[in-house]
T-cell receptor, first 116, second 107 residues
Framework: EPEVTQTPSHQVTQMGQEVILRCVPI?????FYWYRQILGQKVEFLVS????????KSEIFDDQFSVERPDGSNFTLKIRSTKLEDSAMYFC??????????????FGPGTRLTVL | TQLLEQSPQFLSIQEGENLTVYCNSS?????LQWYRQEPGEGPVLLVT?????EVKKLKRLTFQFGDARKDSSLHITAAQPGDTGLYLC???????FGTGTRLQVFP
């Protein structure tokens, strides 16, 4: 069964460093998403991506964040200068269609980012 | 911004008991989804409800969408340890998740 994969599973970095989180969405999906979940808190939407551009983003997704689909398979989230409060689980998701059409969203296993 | 409040926040029960989890919104849902998330994994979709008053069953799980489409409930009959996890409601049209209900079922 096709699945969303994410690497690395755990990333430890120093405050101020740049990190790139990688995701491989399901191959025939067209919509891609990043979420984060701070330990013990709810899942928060960061950004959605379609047709090689950002379609929606939340207030959390400020200038220190960027997303890219550098090739036909990878979807990356870059955090330019990490802060302590960026420590969280980051989930990538993909869907075949836009969610307003109640398409199913498939989540990856997540990358745990720890900022020291 | 729509707020999705779930209750209870935590629930610990014995195997075989029944339980209900609630999701309440500050505004109308266009559609609502329920997910279950296990530790160290991403959320997995359980069901999507679209029509006010809709009831969907998934084995021992019954999902109900309120008539006014501002609330939903998830009822589990005869809970099993495998039901343990974090249950999340979501308005995926708005890309908003609820606060979650953490369920622990003891054998």
């Amino acid at each position: 069964e096709p699945e969303v994969t994410q690497t690395p599973s755990h990333q430890v970095t120093q405050m101020g460093q740049e990190v790139i989180l990688r995701c491989v969405p399901i191959s025939n999906h067209l919509y891609f998403y990043w979420y984060r979940q701070i330990l013990g808190q709810k899942v928060e939407f960061l950004v959605s991506f379609y047709n090689n551009e950002i379609s929606e983003k939340s207030e959390i997704f400020d200038d220190q964040f960027s997303v890219e689909r550098p090739d036909g398979s990878n979807f990356t989230l870059k955090i330019r200068s990490t802060k302590l409060e960026d420590s969280a689980m980051y989930f990538c998701a993909s869907s075949e269609g836009w969610l307003a059409g109640v398409a199913e969203q498939f989540f990856g296993p997540g990358t745990r980012l720890t900022v020291l | 911004t729509q707020l999705l409040e779930q209750s209870p926040q935590f629930l610990s029960i014995q195997e075989g008991e029944n339980l209900t989890v609630y999701c309440n919104s500050s505004s109308v849902f266009s559609s609502l989804q329920w997910y279950r998330q296990e530790p160290g994994e991403g959320p997995v979709l359980l069901v999507t409800v679209v029509t006010g008053g809709e009831v969907k069953k998934l084995k021992r799980l019954t999902f109900q969408f309120g008539d006014a489409r501002k609330d939903s409930s998830l009822h589990i009959t005869a809970a099993q340890p495998g039901d343990t996890g974090l249950y999340l409601c979501a308005n995926t049209d708005k890309l908003i998740f609820g606060t979650g209900t953490r369920l622990q079922v003891f054998p």
